[in-house]
């Protein structure tokens, strides 16, 4: 079974503030997800990452996918309330009728 | 509308009462997955269909919960003899799984679960 952590678990931060969010497996994966989930909502996609070191960028986001496809960050600069959320990671299984997994998730607030 | 859809969006049982939750996918989702979430955390995998092979039941905490997927579509999460453990709001999500569409999966608002 394929673990997938995230730290920290819990981050509460001030407006204007940056921060970084973890996701590590215990073993190489394909390709990853980001989903944010706000309040009283189901969580949506923000990204997928699929080339080993491979960065995205979403306006203030920016999304790393480590060289050797165990990990991956979550950055994100100058944070503002409306980025409080569940951030969750994602593994995408090899084959399509493989699990979609999910990691148990950073609860991010940023007081204004 | 197009997204994926749960009814009800708020259930309060008394414990020990059956209760049903709905799910309805995107049209032509092949792949429909059920998660519960407890207030400020993230979320428990419970089970998930992958078109017409048996489904993965391997997250379902106890005998009491099970799952149908009928016509690969509509799905049903029943939970018998509810206990105040089980409240929660129980998530449901479909993944187009057709090659170029990718893999993202598409959350429904979910179902807040109250047995008190």
């Known amino acids: 079974t394929q673990l997938l952590e995230q730290s920290p678990q819990f981050l509460s931060i001030q407006e204007g503030e940056n921060l970084t969010v973890y996701c590590n497996s215990s073993?190489?994966?394909?390709?990853l997800q980001w989903y944010r989930q706000e309040p009283g909502e189901g969580p949506v996609l923000l990204v997928t990452?699929?080339?080993?070191?491979e960065v995205k960028k979403l306006k203030r986001l920016t999304f790393q996918f480590g060289d050797a496809r165990k990990d991956s960050s979550l950055h994100i600069t100058a944070a503002q309330p409306g980025d409080t959320g569940l951030y969750l990671c994602?593994?995408?299984?090899?084959?399509?009728?493989?699990?979609?997994?999910f990691g148990q998730g950073t609860i991010l607030t940023v007081h204004p | 509308g197009a997204g994926v859809s749960q009814s009800p969006s708020n259930k309060v049982t008394e414990k020990g009462k059956d209760v049903e939750l709905r799910c309805d996918p995107i049209?032509?989702?092949?792949?429909l997955y059920w998660y519960r979430q407890s207030l400020g955390q993230g979320l428990e995998f419970l089970i998930y269909?992958?078109?017409?092979?048996?489904?993965?039941k391997s997250g379902l905490p106890s005998d009491r919960f099970s799952a149908e997927r009928t016509g690969g579509s509509v799905s049903t999460l029943t939970i018998q003899r509810t206990q105040q453990e089980d409240s929660a709001v129980y998530l449901c999500?479909?993944?187009?799984?057709?090659?170029?569409?990718?893999?993202?999966?598409?959350f429904g608002q979910g179902t807040r679960l109250t047995v008190v």
């Open positions: 994602a593994i995408v299984p090899i084959t399509s009728y493989g699990k979609l997994t």
């Open positions: 073993s190489v994966f394909s390709s």
């Open positions: 990452v699929v080339t080993g070191g």
């Open positions: 049209s032509g989702h092949t792949a």
């Open positions: 269909f992958q078109g017409n092979s048996a489904p993965d």
């Open positions: 999500a479909s993944i187009p799984r057709t090659g170029t569409e990718g893999t993202e999966a598409f």
